[in-house]
């Protein structure tokens, strides 16, 4: 079925279209103008300037292994993140805990934890699906390397990048 | 309509869920639902052990046929008997249909009582699947999601138990997980023959415990593993390995033992992470013994070997297949039949086998025989033959008594008559052969999963694939055909077995017209009775009874008349 798409009526001056083209080449001379006396700024000289300040909570850097208040690495090495990765960015080699660590009844960790960064496309699911709040996505975004290897986050790395993580639950201290 | 008539005299008629169905006498009514297509959530129940009905997640609403004053069923308006509802759910694993009977499994009051018992079950349950090796294929985590609630109305403090005990050599348990089902203390009586198990204390505070001073260290002790219906008992070898949601299964089965119990690998990118059972009520019921299930590690071993390698300038160089396979047929055609000797192996598939006698046809040696493997078996499962497929050897004739002919050949060999080897996934060093003797050997040949002693000494040394890495048949101590089938490649350049024994008779015959190995078995069947007809495709997951295995060995069809004559006419005249 065809539907009737309304038109707006049109007067003399506006059916011409010059008085707009002028008006339009008009607002392009005055940022012309401002930007030769230095008025505008267009662009920012990275790396020297950043707007590291200004980026916004959702921004999604680099994904990274947050502790917690009390020092411990939160990830259980459950492998849902390895599981959910589009891109299988995520390595995981699970291990036991040593049953005199000061963290024995958690029972797991990860061994090795490897982000092919990539392979990584910043997608954020691994965050999403951690049910240990264990993996976040940073601010970082500058992930430079100058073989392949560099390029592949190690545990010691997310651990680095992610730092202390305040306000997650910690389900294992009353754990029974 | 119930009655004599119309149903066989050991079928009674049972209403589920509105739709009148037929069971045969003696059906529970758990499994008499799940064959209606309703399955009924349960924790204890297991089809293979009894039922004690002690988790109540089975909870169904059952009743009987209204009888009438003249106590025959009273008939509704279409024909079938009126049912008398109870007016108490009824647990429906431990309970045989009967006529009449009317069952509902989705009505509310069903539905009610299962978020009930799931809500009992939960209050002490740790929230641990993040860790829990059972996460993915756990009962009480798939129940939960249909019948479970979002949070818990459950304030006071949990119930704290032991978490990882080590019950046994094999099995850890998580006590705080276990839900006392009591299917492993039934597995452990019943089955196992091991009554080791048992719950401790009372209500809340019961655990599952092994009797002090005991452990469950028999044979069997990780089928409790695999019947555990939540995470509480955990594998030792399989603890915190791999989560199971990334295992592709295989359908193969275990080649340990003459049983040759059906099983499904858990692989991983290239590398086996676990074994269990599969059901095959014909060889294994449901379950496999620990020595078998444990009995892959070699497949991921150091010690495989990857390249085919030669005998050059006295050292074993690394080669390609077509030059090492051109090397060992050279070899072997310096020999006449009476100087070469073949030892085969009861591991082979029964297609590796075939090519072997057909090698050995070509070469003209009577010397052949496969090496017996024996072991201490139990009357469970474990046979004592540790052979999967000695009945194939005799079925292929690669023996008519395993092992019969080892002693004169090794006396051979020893006494300088027999001049060329040819060891088939076996180790020669085993059979009372020195490394000197070997050494001395013009022609040592070895087709071996992994490097040993005897394949340093060898003249050439072929690499060849393990059982999760091929596919093939075999025949188990009780006559049964099964297939093998591939769950991970093999390393490096090793190769399937059969491909090599293929490529080895080419190049001692030409040509064999074998292409796939669905060729040899066509081969094989044309020639064996027993096989006639069969493909492995026909063999099925499930494997297949062989009839008259037990026949005197059946003469193997000779190879055809011109291989040999080619075979002969190629053979240098000075041998």
């Known amino acids: 079925m065809a539907i009737p798409a309304s038109r707006p009526n049109l007067n003399w001056r ?9 008006s339009g080449l008009f607002i392009t001379w005055r940022h012309f103008v401002r930007y030769i006396f230095g008025r505008t700024k267009v662009t920012i000289q990275y790396p020297e300037q950043t707007r590291d300040a200004d980026l916004p909570d959702y921004y999604r850097g680099t994904p990274a292994l947050v502790k917690d208040e009390q020092g411990r690495i939160r990830c259980v090495a459950c492998q849902l993140c390895e599981f959910i990765c589009p891109p299988r960015a995520i390595k995981i080699l699970p291990g036991e805990i040593p049953t005199d660590d000061r963290f024995a009844k958690v029972e797991k960790y990860p061994e090795e934890f490897d982000i092919d960064m990539i392979r990584c496309i910043y997608c954020g699911m691994c965050e999403e699906v951690c049910p240990e709040q264990a993996i976040f996505l940073r601010k970082d975004y500058v992930v430079t390397g100058f073989t392949r290897e560099e390029m592949v986050h190690r545990k010691d790395k997310l651990l680095e990048i992610g730092g202390v993580m305040h306000g997650v639950v910690l389900k294992w201290n009353d754990k029974k | 309509m119930p009655n004599e008539t119309t149903s066989p005299p050991q079928s009674v008629n049972v ?4 739709v009148w169905h037929q069971f045969p006498k003696g059906t529970r009514v758990i499994e008499a639902c799940e064959q209606a297509g309703k399955y009924v959530p349960r924790y204890c129940y297991h089809k293979k052990l009894s039922s004690p009905g002690n988790c109540r997640m089975c909870l169904i609403e059952m009743g009987m046929p209204k009888m009438g004053p003249d106590r025959k069923p009273e008939l509704g308006g279409d024909g079938k008997p009126t049912i008398n509802w109870m007016p108490r759910p009824q647990i429906c694993c431990a309970q045989d249909v009967s006529e009449g009977m009317g069952v509902r499994t989705t009505s509310p009051l069903v539905e009610e009582c299962r978020r009930g018992v799931m809500e009992f079950l939960l209050i002490n349950h740790p929230l641990d699947c993040p860790i829990c090796d059972q996460a993915g294929e756990c009962r009480l985590q798939e129940f939960s999601v249909e019948y479970g609630n979002q949070g818990s109305r459950f304030l006071e403090n949990k119930v704290k138990k032991p978490k990882n005990v080590e019950l046994g050599p094999r099995v850890t348990l998580d006590d705080e997980r276990c839900i006392l089902c009591s299917r492993c203390i039934r597995f452990c009586q019943e089955i196992a023959h091991d009554d080791v198990l048992g719950f401790i204390d009372r209500g809340s505070h019961t655990v599952l415990t092994a009797h002090p001073g005991k452990r469950l260290e028999n044979n069997y002790s990780l089928n409790t593993v695999d019947i555990c219906p939540v995470g509480a008992l955990t594998s030792t070898d399989f603890r915190f390995k791999m989560r199971v949601w990334f295992l592709k299964e295989t359908k193969s089965f275990c080649t340990s033992c003459a049983t040759g119990c059906n099983t499904l690998i858990g692989s991983r990118e290239d590398v086996i992470h676990r074994q269990t059972p599969r059901e095959n009520n014909d060889v294994n019921s449901s379950w496999m013994c620990d020595y078998g299930r444990l009995k892959f590690k070699y497949v991921d071993s150091d010690r495989r070997l990857l390249e085919p390698r030669v005998l050059q300038n006295d050292k074993l160089t690394a080669t390609d297949w077509k030059r090492a396979i051109a090397n060992v047929a ?3 055609k310096h020999f006449g039949g009476w100087n070469i000797a073949i030892i085969a192996s009861g591991r082979m598939t029964n297609e590796e086998m075939w090519l072997t006698s057909r090698i050995a046809k070509s070469l003209g040696t009577q010397w052949i025989d496969i090496v017996p493997h024996r072991g201490p078996g139990d009357d469970i499962l474990l046979s004592e033959d540790r052979n999967p497929n000695t009945n194939g050897a005799k079925l292929l004739g690669l023996t008519s008594e395993p092992g019969a002919m080892i002693p004169k050949m090794v006396e051979a060999i020893k006494s300088g008559s027999l001049r060329a080897l040819v060891v088939l996934c076996e180790n020669p060093l085993e059979l009372g052969l020195t490394a000197d003797e070997l050494r001395n050997l013009p022609a040592f040949i070895t087709m071996s999963i992994s490097q040993n ?3 340093d000494l060898s003249t050439a040394v072929l690499p060849s694939s393990a059982f999760a890495e091929k596919r093939g048949s075999m025949i188990n101590g009780d006559g049964r055909l099964q297939r093998l089938n591939r769950a991970v490649r093999p390393p ?27 060729d040899v078995f066509r081969q094989m069947s044309e020639a064996i009775p027993q096989l006639a007809g069969l493909s492995l495709t026909k063999v099925g997951d499930l494997g297949l009874q062989l009839v008259n295995i037990d026949e005197s060995p059946a003469p193997p069809r000779a190879p055809k008349e011109d291989d040999i004559e080619l075979a002969e006419a190629k053979r240098p005249p000075g041998r």
């Open chain 1, 14 to 22: 506006e059916r011409a279209f010059l008085p707009a083209i002028v």
């Open chain 2, 15 to 18: 209403q589920i869920d509105g």
């Open chain 2, 330 to 332: 050279l070899q072997l």
């Open chain 2, 453 to 455: 002693e005897s394949t």
């Open chain 2, 492 to 518: 490096g350049n090793a190769r399937d077995d059969w491909e090599i024994l293929r490529d080895l008779l080419q190049a001692l015959t030409d040509s064999n017209g074998v292409y796939t190995i669905d």
